[in-house]
């Protein structure tokens, strides 16, 4: 939804008549109201009031984050990074792993500091975390200063939430269970200009038994492909040129659909889209990757080098109670398939150890597969207790010493086989989308490779959202160092 088509809607809209009972008309209506007191707040301080979001976890939370920041500019918050001198202060909040919960409760305990100083500050809590019934108890009753929370079923309402908080002047708490519900053609504000994650579905079926995410994010919707399509139209008119599709299993796309759909003909239809140089997915379930999405991958031109998919762990015993519905052998056979199709596809992994029952035979099988995939990168993880979840209740004879060992051992290997894997494309010249000034050296840009590759090479700021060659002359491990390529034409 561009800015001047939702002005023409706002200005159709009455706001002393009754919210409209529809979607997304209703939250247009509370983004017209949400203004009028957002204007009075500006009133009071004399300037713009300012929004902070930390969010917390993955590309999903990152792109809610982004719907979020444009509900607020829209309705009249300037968006800032400074925290103690906020107006409004929101976390997007993770619960994957219990430290993520850890994270949130240390930051909220150091906001009630601040708040203190500043009454009229703001705070919201909505994400994953607000899913699980005792965080919202700890909440209610240990962090009494907290002024909004939400879920991730009804992030879509935060206009409407906003204007309740404003008129009521107490607490608002809307949690739901679930939903079908997929509203579309809400504001939203990307981080970057010329890259956009793409919601293509929603929640996730699969239960994997020491997974929260079914729980908190619900179950599987796709959303439909023509809203998908025509929202990658506008990202494209508007300068986008790298896209990630996402979802927590991308490749049960459609399935749901009234007229399914699988996600390599999404993929297809992407892949025409003009304007868009790059498309990237998150995250790929390997039970159910196809020989069809195989082949879309070969023969695309859009679709990037690099395929992340999650193994969690390599010992079939292991797996299966992991509800992972597949084998160590038929994994080991699918990333054989992908590579012979595909043989520049950079393979990445999730890896979970001290999984309950792990023993060290397990982890040696996880071991083997590690040194037979011979992954690009490995994202390594100390399993985590989830409450409500089937392994929350499966025993663990293993030692926090010896998950921690193992985990050592593993990491130390997983970086051994990511340098080796990092140093094949000394000297070759790639093709790179530059996202930012380097953080460290301002001389530098910092870009990405198909195969989501860093590089660091000499350019300046006119080349952010740039599609570059660049010689790649430096290997340092897990990044590169280039030089940029002039084109001949
Ligand atoms: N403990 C540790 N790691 C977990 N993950 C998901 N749940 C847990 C847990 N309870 C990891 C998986 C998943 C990634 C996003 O997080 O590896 O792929
Ligand atoms: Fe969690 Fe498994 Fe769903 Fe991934 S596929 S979100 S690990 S339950």
Not at 223 to 238: F, G, S, T
Not at 320 to 328: A, E, F, V
Not at 400 to 408: G, L, P, V
Request: charged share 30%; proline share 3%; net charge negative.
């Amino acid at each position: 939804m561009n800015t001047e088509n939702l002005e023409t809607i706002l200005n159709t809209i009455d706001l002393r008549s009754e919210p409209p009972g529809t979607e997304p008309m209703r939250q247009y209506y509370f983004i017209k109201k949400a203004r009028e007191f957002v204007k009075t707040e500006k009133e009071r301080l004399g300037c713009d009031p300012v929004a902070v979001i930390t969010t917390f976890g993955c590309q999903m939370n990152a792109r809610d984050s982004e719907k979020l920041v444009g509900i607020l500019e829209q309705i009249g918050y300037v968006e800032g990074t400074d925290e103690q001198t906020a107006d409004f202060v929101i976390f997007n909040t993770c619960t994957i792993r219990e430290n993520a919960n850890l994270k949130v409760y240390g930051r909220l305990g150091r906001l009630n500091k601040v708040k203190r100083n500043n009454p009229q500050m703001l705070i919201g809590l909505c994400g994953c975390m607000m899913q699980e019934p005792e965080v919202v108890e700890k909440i209610k009753k240990s962090y009494r200063f907290v002024d909004f929370i939400f879920g991730t079923h009804n992030i879509f309402k935060f206009a409407e939430l906003i204007s309740t908080r404003f008129e009521s002047g107490t607490r608002v708490i809307d949690i739901w269970q679930d939903t079908n519900e997929i509203v579309e053609d809400l504001p939203v504000e990307r981080k970057f200009s010329f890259k956009s994650g793409v919601n293509i579905m929603f929640g996730c079926n699969n239960y994997c038994t020491y997974c929260i995410v079914p729980y908190v994010r619900g179950r599987e919707r796709s959303r439909n492909p023509e809203d998908i399509v025509r929202e990658i139209k506008e990202l494209a008119a508007d300068g986008v040129v790298e896209i990630m599709l996402l979802g927590q299993n991308v490749n049960s796309y459609g399935k749901d659909l009234e007229q399914p759909l699988s996600f390599a003909r999404l993929l297809n239809e992407v892949e025409k889209i003009d304007g868009i140089r790059r498309i990237r997915f998150m995250t790929s379930h390997p039970k159910d990757l196809s020989d069809e999405l195989i082949e879309v991958m070969k023969h695309s031109k859009k679709i990037c080098r690099h395929l992340h998919l999650p193994v969690q762990s390599g010992s079939s015993r292991v797996l299966k109670k992991m509800n992972r519905q597949y084998t160590k052998e038929s994994y080991l056979e699918l990333a054989g398939k992908i590579k012979a199709a595909i043989p520049d596809m950079s393979l990445t992994t999730d890896i979970i150890v001290g999984f309950p029952g792990e023993t060290e035979e397990d982890f040696q099988e996880t071991m083997e597969v590690i040194k037979q995939v011979r992954y690009d990168s490995a994202f390594t993880f100390i399993y985590s207790k989830r409450t409500g979840t089937p392994a929350a209740t499966m025993e663990n004879e293993a030692s926090e010493a010896e998950i921690k060992d193992r985990f050592d051992r593993l990491l130390k290997e997983v970086q051994v086989i990511s340098a080796e894997m990092c140093s094949k494309y000394q000297g070759t010249i790639q093709e790179v989308l530059v996202e930012s000034v380097n953080e460290h050296d301002e001389t530098l840009v910092t870009g990405r490779m198909s195969n989501n590759l860093l590089v660091h090479f000499e350019g300046d700021f006119d080349l952010i959202g740039k599609l570059v060659d660049v010689e790649l002359t430096v290997c340092k491990g897990f990044y590169y160092l280039g030089e940029k390529i002039e084109r001949d034409s």
